[in-house]
């Protein structure tokens, strides 16, 4: 069982920056991979971005290419995500994820989620 618990939302003006984490507890195994998804009122769930834990591998949505930055660390068993650039439309409530890590596949199947945290920008 794998425990992931995020924070770091907030409200941020557009342009503005928001960097958010992911702690997690528990059994964790170097093969597992760590994604943020969100999820806006109204709209449907959507990736975000991922990282392989062990070798760093990531994997970005077009819509924050460039943008968003996924790392890791090993030593804090935690996960970020740094927003550059916000936009109204990244609006959202953020979740991280985790499951187990397929070399040239990714992340098939999530099967720990955390509680989610807020992120709000503002025109």
């Known amino acids: 069982q794998v425990q992931l618990v995020e924070s770091g939302g907030g409200l941020v003006q557009a342009g503005g920056s928001l960097r958010l984490s992911c702690a997690a507890s528990?059994?964790?195994?170097?093969?597992?991979?760590v994604g943020w998804f969100r999820q806006a009122p109204g709209k449907e769930r959507e990736f975000v971005a991922a990282i392989s834990w062990g070798g760093g591998t990531t994997n970005y949505a077009d819509s924050v290419k460039g943008r968003f930055t996924i790392s890791r660390d090993n030593t804090k068993n935690t996960v970020y995500l740094q927003m550059n650039s916000l936009k109204p439309p990244d609006t959202a409530l953020y979740y991280c994820a985790a499951g187990r890590w397929l070399p040239g596949q990714g992340v098939q199947e999530y099967d720990y989620w955390g509680q989610g945290t807020q992120v709000t920008v503002s025109s």
């Open positions: 528990g059994r964790t195994f170097n093969t597992y991979g």
